[in-house]
């Protein structure tokens, strides 16, 4: 079972203009908690907007929708400071997969950081 937790560090309580953590309709929050469901792209997510968990109408495995989603896309995002770490010793960098544990995504004013298991 994964699970994920994405928590913005902001120096300001300002609107989100640079990384930020997003809900499923892409709008962006403090925090969120996805658990994906087991052999299933399908997740529940709880944000600081709404609180509680709730099944997500998202699919992990489209990769292009969803909380979860548009936060990982960030890393991607060259005008941001970005790294990413794993737990896998003597693990050698593959542009096909990764044993990927988490990730910081940041630029001068605040940061994401998400992690999973």
Not at 18 to 38: E, R
Not at 86 to 107: C, E, L, R, W
Request: hydrophobic share 40%; net charge negative; aromatic share 8%.
């Amino acid at each position: 079972m994964l699970r994920v937790l994405c928590v913005l560090a902001a120096a300001a309580a300002a609107a989100a203009s640079g990384p930020s953590c997003y809900d499923d309709s892409g709008s962006p929050v403090d925090w969120f908690i996805a658990i994906k469901d087991s052999n299933a792209g399908t997740y529940a997510m709880a944000t600081s907007a709404s609180g509680a968990m709730q099944q997500s109408s998202e699919n992990l495995q489209d990769g292009t929708r969803g909380g979860v989603s548009l936060t990982v896309q960030q890393l991607w995002d060259k005008t941001l400071s970005r790294g990413a770490y794993n737990d896998q010793p003597g693990y050698k960098a593959s542009s096909k997969f990764g044993h990927t544990k988490g990730f910081i995504v940041a630029d001068d004013e605040q940061a994401i950081w998400m992690v999973h298991r």
